[in-house]
């Protein structure tokens, strides 16, 4: 090999090496064998707090904390430990986050807990733009009196985290903006699992809410869905105290699953909502319920074995004309065990769902995270 070609190789080479030296750089590092301090966050001192790394990173950086416990490190309620988080970056929350960065854990959220200690919100983000996880990168929020994860930051992405414990909410979403909330898990919160009210459409996909509100009985749904516009995709809610899914406006649901709630599959208020391609099936109540005045068109939805008092499949309760063709109620459905009913309750609803589906539609969801 000449020289010339050498010294071209060895170059890109150096070249290669700093890059990758520069993005490491860029990457400020927590850990819980770290120390809070001045110039924290590098490989070999990384800082300890999540706080702390969040201070040390610049705008649009990235924070990577490793496997472990943060927050209220030594679980007894009370953020007074020096590795705990500091109370004074926010008195409500344990983590206030009000730049954007994205932050992620090195080992996923099983592995890397936040603990409120009690503090009525776990996690709070002010900012926007901020990336909270990413998959298999995310964190568990628990422990709040409240909330564990809330969001009025625009234009966010919440991703792999999964949020269980708290004594409401496990994700409490708002704000301008239209937020990403990708493959997370909320489970065994006393309220809802998924609260979404933002200004913007929101784009929720592969999620899952299980068995939120059950100790409580105060109601919880799985995904409680309050902005126009909003799209739902192969998310699941299985065993919530309240409906799997309501959504109070306008909304897109796509490949979803409302199993075993003991409310209602889906409850749907307001108009221009569409529902394709779901499985309804085992729930307290109908698996789909129409609120007076809403509008909805339904097709090759799965909607058996719902509502074991009236057997209903779909209860149209808004006085409208609901078109509802290709559905799948069972077999021979609509009609009487083991198929699922049509139940037009009142003057002036109705419910067309001929042709009606011979068989049960394939349905594809992935686990979160």
Same mark, same amino acid.
């Given at each position: ?220 749904? @799985? *995904?409680? !869905?309050?902005?126009? &516009?909003? /799209?739902?995709?192969? +998310?699941?809610? =299985? #065993? $919530?105290?309240? %409906? ?20 209602? @599959? *889906?409850? !749907?208020?307001?108009? &221009?909502? /569409?529902?394709?391609? +779901?499985?309804? =099936? #085992? $729930?307290?109540? %109908? ?83």
């Amino acid at each position: 090999m000449s020289n010339h070609i050498m010294g071209a190789v060895l170059a890109f080479v150096l070249l290669l090496a700093g890059t990758a030296g520069t993005a490491d750089a860029a990457k400020t590092r927590v850990a819980v064998d770290g120390t809070d301090g001045p110039g924290c966050g590098t490989k070999s001192t990384p800082c300890r707090t999540i706080s702390r790394g969040i201070e040390e990173t610049p705008e649009g950086g990235v924070v990577e904390v490793g496997p472990g416990r943060y927050g209220d490190v030594n679980a007894n309620g009370i953020l007074d430990d020096v590795e705990d988080e500091p109370v004074s970056s926010c008195d409500t929350c344990t983590l206030l986050i009000t730049k954007r960065v994205t932050i992620i854990s090195r080992l996923g959220a099983e592995a890397t807990v936040i603990d409120a200690g009690g503090m009525p919100t776990t996690v709070r983000i002010e900012a926007p733009g901020v990336v909270f996880g990413r998959r298999k990168r995310g964190f568990t929020v628990t422990g709040s009196s409240v909330r564990g994860l809330i969001s009025s930051g625009g234009k966010i992405r919440i991703e792999g985290n999964i949020a269980t414990g708290n004594l409401s909410a496990g994700f409490d979403i708002s704000g301008p903006g239209s937020p990403v909330i990708v493959g997370n898990l909320s489970y065994a919160n006393e309220g809802s699992g998924f609260v979404i009210d933002t200004r913007d459409p929101a784009l929720i996909v592969g999620n899952r809410a299980v068995a939120n509100g059950l100790e409580a009985g105060n109601g919880g749904i @799985g *995904f409680f !869905i309050k902005s126009s &516009g909003t /799209r739902l995709a192969k +998310n699941i809610a =299985s #065993g $919530n105290d309240g %409906p799997g899914f309501d959504l109070t406006r306008r909304a897109e649901a796509t490949q979803n699953t409302a199993t075993a709630n003991r409310g209602d @599959g *889906f409850r !749907i208020d307001g108009t &221009g909502h /569409r529902m394709h391609g +779901n499985f309804l =099936s #085992g $729930n307290g109540g %109908p698996g789909l319920r129409l609120k007076r005045d809403s509008t909805a068109f339904v097709t090759k939805n799965t909607i058996i074995g719902n509502d074991a008092g009236r057997n209903c499949g779909i209860l149209n309760l808004s006085e409208n004309t609901i078109d509802a063709p290709k559905n799948y109620f069972g077999p021979a459905g609509p009609g009487a065990n083991p198929a699922d009913e049509i139940c037009d309750e009142r003057p002036g609803s109705v419910t067309l769902v001929s042709p009606v589906a011979p068989k049960a539609f394939r349905i594809r969801v992935k686990p979160a995270q």
